[in-house]
């Protein structure tokens, strides 16, 4: 198995677990859905830390929300729905981690699509940073 380097901007396969869930008491995501890594760091232990992004097809009401080119998602390899990536909350975990997946059952050592546009991912960054300044961004850890 192959893991690709987890660095920002790359949309990797995860079973995030949306904060709402957490919440209620969940520990697992109910499905594998594509990712976009935000910011992938090294703690004092050497383990990396990475955040991710969900990216969905049901339109946010996140204002900051950003939605995915179309033209980014047919060079990723994703399916022609419309999609945004959520900035209003993370999952944060310790790579890999158990709930990275590989991206098709026919993939089994493929855990990445490929990095957003770089100005898709500014503009999540973007979005991320302005939840973070009004105190609105929700950070699940899965760690």
């Known amino acids: ?3 690709p380097n987890p660095a920002p901007g790359l ?3 995860y079973s995030y677990l949306w904060h709402e869930q957490h ?3 969940a520990e697992e995501g109910r ?3 594509p990712c976009a890594i935000v910011v992938a760091t090294t703690d004092d232990d050497g383990d990396t830390k990475v955040y991710v992004a969900p990216i969905t097809h049901s339109r946010p009401d996140d204002e900051h929300a950003v939605e995915l080119p179309s033209g980014a998602k047919r060079r990723l390899g994703l399916d022609d729905q419309p999609s945004w990536i959520v900035t209003r909350e993370l999952n ?8 990275l997946r590989p991206i098709a059952r026919d993939k089994p050592d493929v ?3 490929g990095f957003l546009p770089v100005e898709t991912f500014a503009a999540v960054k ?3 940073a302005l939840h973070q300044r009004a105190k609105h961004l929700k950070l699940t850890s899965r760690d």
């Open 1 to 3: 198995m192959s893991l």
């Open 11 to 13: 949309v990797i396969c």
């Open 23 to 25: 919440q209620a008491g």
């Open 31 to 33: 499905k594998a859905r």
């Open 92 to 99: 944060r975990f310790i790579w890999p981690g158990y709930d």
């Open 111 to 113: 855990f990445a699509w």
């Open 126 to 128: 973007r979005g991320i």
